[in-house]
Nanobody, 118 residues
Framework: QVQLVESGGGLVQPGGSLKLSCTASRSIFNFAAMAWYRQVPGKQRELVALINSAGTRTYAESVKDRFTISRDSAKNTVYLQMNSLKSTETAVYYC????????????WGPGTQVTVSS
């Protein structure tokens, strides 16, 4: 069973920065991709950023040029650096791992709360 554990959430002022971490219980190269999603109560979970096994990065249009996804394979960890945060980006942020096996469901972390408020 794969476990993903997020950390780094918290309270930050609008315009501020925060860096999230997600540590996996196995090598992140066991996965086709690692990603960050976020969810606001009452809304669907949305993709924020993704990095695949080849290192290609994909971002939601709304976070391009402000967020950066990266990884440290030696630590089995994926990061999300978030800059110029907006109050509308207050959400629970979830780490996600996608298997190479298409029949396998995605793995999810429990989530970490990010609150952007003055």
């Amino acid at each position: 069973q794969v476990q993903l554990v997020e950390s780094g959430g918290g309270l930050v002022q609008p315009g501020g920065s925060l860096k999230l971490s997600c540590t996996a219980s196995r090598s992140i190269f066991n996965f086709a991709a690692m990603a960050w999603y976020r969810q606001v109560p009452g809304k669907q979970r949305e993709l924020v950023a993704l990095i695949n096994s080849a290192g290609t990065r994909t971002y939601a249009e709304s976070v391009k040029d402000r967020f950066t996804i990266s990884r440290d394979s030696a630590k089995n960890t994926v990061y999300l650096q978030m800059n110029s945060l907006k109050s509308t980006e207050t959400a629970v942020y979830y780490c996600n791992a996608k298997s190479f096996d298409l029949a396998q469901n995605d793995y999810w972390g429990p989530g970490t709360q990010v609150t952007v408020s003055s």
